[in-house]
């Protein structure tokens, strides 16, 4: 590793690990600060990083605790991120973040920075944030767009959050020169459903096949993430006309609260797992550990290149 600024801290295990040039994949904690209730979202960080190891990798959830970036973020450091006030903390947030000695969680963004600037090639995440419905008249898109454009690590996550237009980020994703490959399915996932309505883009259905394009790619010079898309176990996903009803209704209620920009996300998931009776959050929360999994097994692959 390069010299690192002060204000970043790796954990133990994870500094050796990168030492060593063992597979290591990095964790975004937004969904622990702002994605899930207290005290689910510390049993799925638990499990996220069980999932990781089992795969044969190290897990470095990331996460900034009293505006020092931690890499490899101990459970006593996660439980901070569980009371207010928090933020959560995009690329952009960063500096602000440690120069206020700020406690947030990080969104993918973020946590593809920070990968980036020690060298942990994969992140895991459950979905991107991307183009918002809507956002033709909101202009609201995400900043996980633009990080994917900018920082070349492998994300694995299971499509879009559900609560963007799919097929916009898709375009986004191409005019920004984004690789995205699709895990053993035809179809591109919509987060809690399997299939979007849109195509592939490309399909891989090894680890192994995408540790190759990221190799490939940055033999190539190119400063752009791969995207993979890993849909949501079939067991727990949900049909994609009651996703698209759910989301409409989430969005209204929204609307009618005058919620928008980086709160959205935090009243759309809770808005969607009581209008699907907690189908939702039970899906969430499978997706997530799947995705672990996979990116667990595309750092292994990485690690043998």
């Known amino acids: 590793m390069h010299m690192l600024p002060s204000f970043v801290d790796i954990s133990p295990d994870v500094a050796d690990a990168l030492e060593r040039r063992r597979p290591v994949v990095a964790l975004e904690s937004a969904v622990i600060s702002h994605g899930l ?3 689910t979202s510390l049993q799925t960080a638990a499990m996220m990083e069980a999932e990781v190891r089992t795969a044969g990798a190290v897990p470095a959830t990331v996460a900034v605790i009293a505006g020092r970036i931690t890499v490899g973020a101990a459970a006593r450091d996660l439980e901070r991120l569980t009371s207010a006030p928090v933020m959560k903390i995009a690329a952009r947030d960063l500096a602000v973040a440690c120069g206020t ?3 947030g969680g990080t969104t993918v963004s ?3 920075a920070i990968a980036d600037l020690i060298g942990i090639p994969v992140v895991a995440t459950g979905g991107i944030g991307g183009v918002h419905l809507g956002a033709e008249q909101t202009w609201d898109v995400s900043a996980d767009l633009r990080a994917l454009a900018e920082y070349p690590v492998a994300v694995v996550c299971a499509g879009a959050k559900a609560i963007c237009d799919i097929g916009k980020t898709l375009e986004y994703l191409d005019t ?3 690789p995205v490959v699709v895990y053993r399915a035809d179809r591109f996932p919509n987060f809690y459903a399997r299939d979007s309505g849109f195509s592939a883009p490309r399909q891989i259905d090894t680890p192994q096949a995408a540790a190759a394009i990221l190799a490939a790619g940055r033999a190539l010079g ?3 993430a791969l ?3 890993n849909p949501i176990p079939a067991p727990e996903a949900l049909r994609e006309a009651d996703v698209a009803d759910a989301v409409r209704r989430a969005m209204q209620l929204a609307s009618g609260a005058g919620v928008r920009g980086g709160d959205l996300t935090p009243f759309l998931l809770t808005a969607l797992a009581d209008l699907t009776g907690g ?3 039970r899906a969430n929360l499978a997706l997530l550990r799947a995705n672990a999994a996979l ?3 595309v750092a292994v692959a990485v690690s043998k290149d």
């Open 110 to 112: 973020a946590t593809a």
């Open 279 to 281: 189908r939702s959050l």
């Open 101 to 103: 000695s700020a406690h």
């Open 176 to 178: 920004a020169g984004v």
């Open 37 to 39: 209730p207290h005290p």
């Open 227 to 229: 995207l993979i898309a």
């Open 295 to 297: 990116a667990g097994a």
């Open 222 to 224: 190119r400063r752009t």
